[in-house]
């Protein structure tokens, strides 16, 4: 898994963090890694022999920006998108969503694994300390 920063976006928590909760959620995973990547994705891909990127799609609205993308890496590298739909079940969530939620106290238990939730929690109230 590469992860890289999104400028469009506010994260909760740094790039070693999340790689860090990556590792804790597939630890039992001996075919996964997480890495920090600081560039473009394709750039990435190219380094390691990366021949295909497997993004998930929730609705039809991230097909859209997902394949202008999946159509530049392409052009760029070669690099193939693999696109797989999510389960209906859970279609509605996004980090951002969850993020906002677990902010004002809804319970996201269930949608995090229990060491993510834990940070997430702890990090909501160390953030609201400092407020």
Do not use: W
């Not at 597939?26 to 390691?48: K, P, Q, W, Y």
């Not at 993308?69 to 999510?86: D, W």
């Not at 902010?103 to 996201?108: A, E, F, K, L, P």
Request: proline fraction near 2%; glycine fraction near 6%.
């Amino acid at each position: 898994m590469a992860v890289l920063p999104n400028k469009n976006k506010k994260t909760l928590f740094t790039i070693e963090e999340r790689i860090d909760m990556i590792r804790e959620a597939t630890a039992g995973l001996s075919n996964v890694t997480a890495e920090a990547s600081h560039g473009l994705l394709v750039d990435f891909c190219r380094a390691r022999g990366v021949q295909a990127i497997v993004k998930g799609l929730r609705a039809v609205s991230d097909f859209d920006y997902e394949l202008q993308m999946a159509q530049m890496n392409h052009s760029l590298s070669g690099v193939e998108t693999l696109f797989m739909s999510t389960n209906p079940q859970y279609a509605f969530l996004s980090s951002s969503l969850v993020k906002e939620v677990a902010t004002y106290g809804g319970d996201v238990a269930g949608l995090l694994p229990d060491s993510v939730h834990k940070r997430m929690r702890d990090r909501i109230e160390e953030t609201r300390s400092q407020e």
